[in-house]
């Protein structure tokens, strides 16, 4: 039975338990590669809700491109939390299209440990990065990681597609705080793989570089962890 006006849509928001909580209105956004990939997800699809987690500091300072075979490794710490906040992020995403159930609407989680990928083009169904840049949850920098004006880069993401039509939250008035940086990230890249942006490119990443360095070191978080961007004293 349709049943769409219980409680308010933008109230199911606030019953969220994560840091931050966006959500894109598709109707601002149609027929850009947002919406088609959304409605290639599940058609008819309104809004997509975007849902964030810290990632700590201290974590994060573990983080290392180098290992020896047999050593402690520290740098494992950053998988496990991750894992932890990923675990947290589902659930609540879960929670949510449980609600959205009950008032008819429907909606498909796309997993903050990240969704099927074509590995030919290193491309996923929907980028979260971007749903949550169009969100106002934070803006894209040079590293090509969404820093949030909280957090910086260090958080972790996961998205619902829905036919609920939540409304679009407001743009963040954030400014980039990469030309002050002036490119950290580019200079720590052990991959190369980050170049400065030319003109209105947001970032310039070769993403194949980037994803063979992570393989064959194990991993890699060099540009997440040096990020200057929302660092405290932590
Ligand atoms: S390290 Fe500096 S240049 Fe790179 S994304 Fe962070 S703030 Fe921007
Ligand atoms: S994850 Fe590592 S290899 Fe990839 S862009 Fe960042 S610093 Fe470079």
């Not at 720590?188 to 993403?207: M, N, S, T, V």
Request: charged share 25%.
């Amino acid at each position: 039975m349709a049943n769409k006006d219980i409680t308010s849509l933008e109230d199911l928001l606030k019953e969220v338990k994560v840091d931050k909580v966006g959500a894109v209105n598709l109707g601002n956004w149609k027929d850009t590669p947002l919406w088609k990939d959304a409605q290639k997800l599940l058609p008819g699809a309104k809004s997509i809700v975007v849902l964030a987690m810290e990632l700590f500091s201290e974590i994060v300072n573990q983080t290392t491109s180098k290992a020896i075979v047999g050593d402690l490794a520290l740098r494992d710490l950053y998988l496990a939390n991750s894992g932890v906040i990923e675990g947290h992020l589902d659930w609540e995403g879960y929670k949510l299209i449980k609600k959205l159930h009950v008032r008819d609407y429907k909606g498909l989680l796309l997993p903050a440990g990240g969704s099927p990928y074509d590995a030919r083009f290193l491309e996923g169904p929907l980028s979260y990065k971007n749903v949550a840049e169009a969100a106002g949850t934070g803006i894209i920098g040079w590293h090509s990681l969404l820093i949030t004006p909280e957090y910086g880069p260090r958080v972790r993401l996961a998205c619902i597609v829905t036919d609920a039509p939540f409304t679009g939250s407001t743009p963040t008035d954030m400014e980039s705080p990469c030309i002050k940086c002036g490119g950290t990230c580019i200079k720590i890249c052990p991959a190369k793989a980050i170049r400065k942006p030319q003109g209105d490119e947001a970032y310039r990443l070769d993403k194949y570089a980037c994803c063979s360095y992570y393989t064959a070191s194990g991993m890699c978080a060099e540009c997440l962890r040096v990020c200057p961007a929302g660092r405290t004293t932590k």
